[in-house]
């Protein structure tokens, strides 16, 4: 659905140039939410804005659609594709004057009148992310958590099959971060769009995202799975981010290096309701000493353990139900 292929961005500004992207290549899946994170000045944005032509490029070729090469389309292809792409920020980017209803209603009466279809699309989209009784307020009236909720009801106007959103989270409280991630989550499903989400905070990818992207000084670090990527990651950058949310398991592994006889289990949604660590320790009479045990949204766990004796029955036994072992 996107295509990023070998591209590289160069700014230029008062003679120097920076180059902000360096080869990138990266597919986004139809129907996924895809996370792209890295610290500040990585070059998320750039990549982002790649995706609906709001930036050029000099070397390689973005794909969109079924439109190639998109630096190359014409002005009314373009204007179809960006039709077709939504997009949120991080500071809302709402007109102060104007009411909810008329915020939600810009990227259709800008561009011509508004019908009646579009008026009732609008409140159906306001009604949708829980603003009704806001519909004639004014922006100064809402908190940080509305605003966004007006962002993405107006992102939506166009029936878009791909929503941008660049940091939408940064700006509000924990609280209000979860119910915005959560809205994203059901308009994904709901309108089956394909997400993608730029951000700093690891908790945006352990939440929602299917697929999570990191980026270091314009370029890809890794990309994968979201649950490949938390229980394999391989660069420094990607660990610490993950420290950040406390899933760093390799962090526990090396800080208890004196602790004797540990192992990384890995298993899936099936074991989750079951007591598989408790039967086996009753079983084999061991006690399993858990260091370290985590959940991601997809419901895949990763568990390090001490377990003192009978390794082999028991890792027998565990694998028999699906959970991997792994010697550390
Ligand atoms: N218009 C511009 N002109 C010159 N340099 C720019 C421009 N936009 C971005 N850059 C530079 O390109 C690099 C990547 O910027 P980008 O905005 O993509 O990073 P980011 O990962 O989104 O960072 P942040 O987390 O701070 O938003 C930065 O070093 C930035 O200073
Ligand atoms: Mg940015």
């Known amino acids: 659905m996107i295509s990023i292929n070998n ?45 609906n032509g709001l930036e050029d490029y000099q070397d390689g070729t973005v794909d969109v659609f079924e439109y190639k090469n998109i630096i190359k389309l014409n002005m009314e292809s373009s204007r179809m594709l960006k039709k077709r792409i939504g997009m949120i920020y991080q500071s809302f980017n709402l007109l ?13 009466s800008i561009n011509g009148k508004v019908k009646p279809k579009d008026l009732q699309k609008a409140k159906n989209l306001i009604n949708l992310v829980g603003l009704s009784e806001y519909i004639n307020k004014y922006p100064n009236y809402l908190s940080g958590g509305q605003k966004q909720r007006v962002g993405i009801a107006r992102s939506l106007i166009n029936d878009p099959e791909i929503l941008l959103c660049d940091e ?16 994203l989550k059901d308009i994904k499903s709901k309108f089956n769009i394909t997400v993608v989400i730029v951000t700093h905070d690891m908790y945006v990818i352990k939440e929602i995202c299917d697929y999570v992207t990191v980026m270091e000084n314009g370029k890809i670090i890794e990309n994968g799975y979201v649950e490949d990527v ?22 526990i592994v090396n800080n208890n290096k004196h602790i004797k006889n540990k192992y990384i289990l890995f298993f899936d949604k099936s074991i989750l309701n079951s007591s598989i660590i408790t039967e ?7 006690s399993i000493n858990i260091l370290y045990a985590s959940i991601t949204p997809n419901e895949k766990g990763v568990m390090v353990v001490q377990i003192p004796k009978n390794i082999e029955d028991i890792r027998h036994s565990l694998m028999k139900s699906g959970v991997v072992v792994e010697n550390v």
């Not at 102060?96 to 259709?108: S, Y």
């Not at 939408?168 to 809205?183: F, N």
């Not at 086996?280 to 061991?286: D, Q």
């Open 7 to 51: 591209v590289s961005k160069i700014y230029k500004t008062n003679n120097k140039e920076f180059k902000a992207l360096q080869e990138v290549s990266l597919n986004i899946k139809k129907n996924t939410i895809h996370g792209i994170i890295g610290e500040s000045g990585a070059g998320k944005s750039t990549l982002i804005r790649l995706i």
């Open 96 to 108: 102060e004057r104007k009411t909810v209803l008329e915020n939600v209603l810009m990227p259709i």
């Open 280 to 286: 086996v320790s009753m079983k084999f009479k061991t």
């Open 230 to 251: 938390f229980y394999h990651p391989v660069k420094t950058t990607t660990k610490s981010l993950l420290s950040s949310i406390g899933l760093n398991y390799e962090l």
């Open 168 to 183: 939408p989270t940064s700006a509000l409280d924990p609280t209000t971060i979860k119910s915005v991630l959560d809205l």
